[in-house]
């Protein structure tokens, strides 16, 4: 197999019960990652690793493969990504068809784009890193952040840029939290994602990260929008 994608979802979402599945724009939230996948055109396999049997039945029934249940070890509040990825590309290997790249899509992705995982998945190729992700340019600069004290003046996080122009600092960006290329090798050994991954920069308008109710209004917002 060359490319895998895995859609990480399981069912034990607290601040928005049932987030995987909820209905956005007419469809369950998961649909859009599964949907980008497919218009992608990269994948062999694009496979959704669950321990909730409700999404898995969603997931089945818009184009998704779900030959195995996540291990209940794997599906706490706990867990992290890498070794979710890790467990889906050892299934596969462990039959015979071992991935050489394994793409994690967040199921909560709306605003995801075909185009992005394509673009991110070309940096990855030609850069022959270990992880390539989206990235957002922060809107405004960091070195120039303020702490506020229950009591008395603002104070600089970095003092010595408090008279430094925003053009003149560097660039500084955040992880968009859409999706993540990687060597199945390097989601195997758990490398970090962040520390060994490239960035492949992305529209900020059309990054939404929902973990609130209010997450979720802005994102039906935006994509309305858009």
């Avoid at 050892?90 to 394509?118: N, Q």
């Amino acid at each position: 197999m060359r490319n895998l994608a895995v859609i990480p979802a399981r069912g034990g979402s607290k601040r928005i019960p049932r987030k995987n599945i909820k209905p956005f724009g007419g469809k369950p939230m998961i649909a859009y990652a599964i949907a980008a996948a497919r218009a992608s055109e990269l994948f062999d396999e694009i496979v959704v690793s669950t321990d909730d049997d409700e999404i898995a039945e969603v997931a089945a029934a818009h184009g998704a493969s779900v030959p195995f249940r996540r291990p209940a070890e794997l599906a706490d509040d706990q867990t992290t990504t890498v070794p979710v990825i890790a467990h889906a590309a050892e299934w596969f290997s462990a039959r015979g068809r071992a991935p050489a790249a394994v793409c994690c899509i967040y199921p909560c992705v709306p605003l995801l784009r075909a185009d992005d995982l394509r673009g991110a998945y070309t940096m990855f190729v030609e850069r022959g890193a270990e992880y390539v992700y989206p990235v957002v340019q922060f809107h405004s600069s960091p070195w120039r952040g303020m702490r506020r004290p229950d009591n008395g003046p603002m104070e600089f996080v970095h003092p010595e840029f408090e008279l430094t122009r925003t053009q003149d600092l560097p660039k500084v960006y955040f992880d968009a939290g859409q999706f993540y290329w990687g060597r199945a090798s390097a989601w195997r050994a758990g490398m970090r994602m962040h520390s060994n991954g490239h960035g492949y920069v992305v529209e900020s308008h059309r990054v939404v990260d929902i973990d609130t109710p209010e997450d979720w209004r802005r994102a039906e917002l935006i994509a309305r929008a858009l």
